[in-house]
């Protein structure tokens, strides 16, 4: 009977091993099928940051405080408007904040970060950065169209709606003013450790927002709740794309919750 009893928990162990060991075999080969190799996925150095457009000082602060685990450059959307896929896969993520700078990208520049999400790469998009196409020509911007399903296709988690007699609610002018807290909405590691931002013993956020909504597939992960309203707007949004793929929005300048921009990275890293 102990005989048996041995050899069925043996035959069960041995069973875990396999198990563990056809988990390992898929996650390595998925990393390979995205483009990775074995020296990124092994890698002791900081992570590579590309930031198109500018970082807030808030943004730059959380990012110098992980000097060791990130290394950031600075480019504009004019620099890399020409931009392949080749160039983009050496980044392990890339920030899209134009806040301070122009709101477009080129043609060849959308799809390329289009085809570096579906090949696993993770990306940051800062409230209405990336919402025009550009022509070039200098600063030319296509004006018949507007928002990132235009620009970035089916990788965006937010969409531009139209509001107050057609006007795209993503377009620069159109921000509203709130007096807010975050509010988590989903357990998530970009969340980790917090429920609400500013805690309640503290001044609520001033600041405006896009009234802009989750696109198909996309989840919101936190939301403003503003003060004496019922209303409510989302804060972080995340769209998942392909296996490895992650896109994540901020409606809002993520230096101003640096710790749940520092998740936000570590998550995506």
């Known amino acids: 009977m102990e005989e048996d009893e041995f050899a069925t928990s043996k035959k069960k162990k041995n069973n875990l091993i396999i198990i563990a060991i056809v988990v390992f075999i898929l996650i390595i080969a998925a990393f ?5 190799n074995f020296p990124d996925l092994f890698s002791s150095e900081p992570s590579p940051v590309l930031v198109i457009g500018d970082l807030s000082s808030g943004e730059r602060l959380v990012l110098d405080n992980l000097n060791q685990e990130f290394i950031f450059s600075i480019r504009s959307a004019t620099d890399l408007e020409s931009s392949s896929i080749e160039e983009l896969r050496d980044y392990s993520i890339i920030i899209i904040d134009q806040t301070a700078t122009e709101k477009s990208i080129s043609l060849d520049l959308g799809a390329s970060l289009k085809s570096y999400v579906e090949k696993g790469g993770k990306i940051i998009i800062v409230k209405n950065s990336a919402i025009r196409t550009s022509l070039g020509l200098g600063g030319v911007e296509a004006g018949d169209s507007i928002g990132w399903v235009n620009t970035l296709g089916d990788i ?3 969409k531009c709606i139209l509001i107050n007699g057609n006007e795209p609610s993503c377009k620069v002018g159109n921000k509203v003013p709130i007096v807010a807290r975050i509010i988590k909405q989903e357990d998530h590691p970009i969340m980790y450790g917090i429920d609400i931002a500013p805690t309640n013993d503290l001044q609520p956020y001033q600041l405006g927002v896009l009234p802009i909504q989750a696109s198909d597939g996309a989840k919101v992960i936190a939301y403003f709740d503003v003060e004496n309203t019922p ?3 989302p804060a972080i949004i995340e769209k ?11 409606n809002y300048d993520p230096g101003m919750t640096p710790t749940i921009f520092k998740n936000t990275l570590i998550y995506l890293k």
């Open 156 to 158: 965006a988690p937010a």
């Open 240 to 250: 998942r794309n392909f296996i490895l793929g992650k896109v994540v929005y901020f």
């Open 231 to 233: 209303q409510t707007f």
């Open 32 to 36: 390979l099928f995205v483009g990775g």
